[in-house]
């Protein structure tokens, strides 16, 4: 059995927490099922930062916890740090002192945040120059205060040696789903997945920011029409001078509030758009990646290829493999 100690600071998200815990708890089941046992994989154990048993969150929802670090007694597997909560400058000195004696001890397999949970393990040295992410808001503040990381806003979970960090609040329900999937099978994680009426089980290094978010994010009428229009016309003239004249505004304009508005500039909400569609019709429908390519607009599969390997650092083929 996996002894899984998941950290709950005073007044964090209750998603950050209930999310992994969700995941875990449905593995089990699905594990226990497989075998014909009643036998559980994981043993999740809510811990506190303070020694306090009942812990308040944003949503006014206590969680119940085992107590502090003290009642740990037995060997972590992996440690799940929830978002930092009231901790916004320092979190408890004996919690800092605790994560970096068991990280230097490698006693446990795995160290993990969600969200916020990143300054944490920062305030701990355990992201000194890793590879991390946090939510988006907060990638900056991240990098500014331990410029030693090397912070990434795009994925939405990354894995640096034994280190996992994951991006805003639902993500920790990916990130778990990964380490299901490297600690029972992939099919099990995919099967998780589906318990909990998830869209899919999504790679760590896809964006946090969905074409379909993003679209969401502008009240400027003229912009949000052409970010609807192109997601319903992937096979058109997505240039941007026939996005412009959708706008009625001039090339130059138009460029330059879209790249306001949503933060990247049309070319790159073109490229995302085509992406999160192929990904979706790799996941959902029986095409092959020439067609899958024509579908989204693009003249051949090396095209696919090369927007697959620009904006999520892998190939169609290997992502159809793992996720299709």
């Keep these: 059995m996996k002894h899984i100690v998941i950290l709950v600071p005073t007044q964090t998200s209750i998603l950050d927490v209930t999310g992994p815990l969700e995941v875990l708890t449905k593995s089990n089941e699905y594990f226990s099922k497989l075998n014909n046992d009643n036998k559980q994989y994981y043993k999740c154990h809510l811990i506190s930062m303070d020694e306090q048993t009942i812990v308040s969150t944003t949503s006014g929802m206590p969680i119940i916890t085992e107590g502090g670090i003290s009642s740990i007694y037995y060997p972590i597997d992996t440690i799940i740090v929830a978002g930092r909560g009231k901790y916004i400058q320092n979190a408890p000195e004996e919690i800092i002192i605790w994560l970096k004696k068991i990280s230097k001890k490698n006693a446990v397999k795995r160290i993990t945040s969600v969200c916020a949970g990143a300054f944490i393990l920062a305030e701990a040295g355990l992201l000194d120059k890793r590879r991390a992410t946090t939510h988006w808001l907060l990638c900056d503040e991240l990098a500014k205060r331990y410029p030693s990381i090397l912070v990434e806003k795009e994925p939405i979970y990354i894995k640096d040696g034994n280190v996992y960090t994951s991006a805003g ?66 096979q058109s003239d997505l240039s941007v001078e026939n996005l412009a004249e959708i706008a009625h505004m001039s090339n130059r304009n138009f460029s330059r509030i879209f790249s306001k508005e949503i933060g990247v500039s049309p070319a790159k909400f073109v490229e995302k758009t085509r992406v999160e569609a192929a990904r979706r019709l790799m996941e959902e429908s029986d095409f092959n990646l020439e067609q899958i390519s024509s579908i989204c607009g693009l003249s051949n599969a090396n095209g696919l290829r090369r927007l697959f390997h620009r904006h999520l650092a892998t190939t169609p083929g290997l992502y159809l493999k793992n996720f299709g």
Excluded at 180 to 204: C, F, H, Q, T
Excluded at 209 to 226: D, H, N, R
């Design 169 to 234: 609040i639902s993500t920790g329900i990916d990130l778990t789903l990964a380490l299901v999937e490297e600690d029972l099978s992939r099919i099990i994680a995919m099967n998780v997945a589906k318990l909990l009426v998830l869209y899919i089980k999504r790679p760590g290094n896809q964006s946090q920011f969905s074409p379909v978010l993003m679209a969401q994010t502008t009240e400027y009428g003229p912009i949000a029409k052409v970010m609807e229009w192109v997601q319903q016309n992937l």
